[in-house]
Nanobody, 123 residues
């Protein structure tokens, strides 16, 4: 079955960097757009970034533009989220998922959610 497994989270000081990875199996990886979402305690899951199946098109939520970069390596079945200049408000569990529609930012349009990886940014 389709499985997405996130890794790379951790505790970092404000201004620091982390790179998240999401390894996929059980699907033709290069045939699917993929996205990153995050959920902070007491808040709804929110869109962070997405990348097209060929990596040519990316979208970001405004709060991470210029700081986060989404990319993918189809040879490794892995999507990445490079996060720079992290802020305390970036603290959340980060999830990757498969986009079932075209350029969607709505989490209800995504499937095959991973278990998430915790990112904590201290001030």
């Amino acid at each position: 079955q389709v499985q997405l497994v996130e890794s790379g989270g951790g505790l970092v000081q404000a201004g620091g960097s982390l790179r998240l990875s999401c390894a996929a199996s059980g699907l033709i990886f290069s045939a699917h757009d993929l996205g990153w979402f995050r959920q902070a305690p007491g808040k709804e899951r929110e869109f962070v970034a997405r990348v097209s199946r060929d990596g040519a098109t990316t979208d970001y939520t405004d709060s991470v533009k210029g700081r986060f970069t989404i990319s993918r390596d189809n040879a490794k079945n892995t999507v990445y989220l490079q996060m720079n200049d992290l802020k305390p408000e970036d603290t959340a569990v980060y999830y990757c998922a498969r986009d079932r529609f075209y350029r969607s930012t709505n989490p209800s349009n995504y499937a095959n959610w991973g278990q998430g990886t915790q990112v904590t940014v201290s001030s």
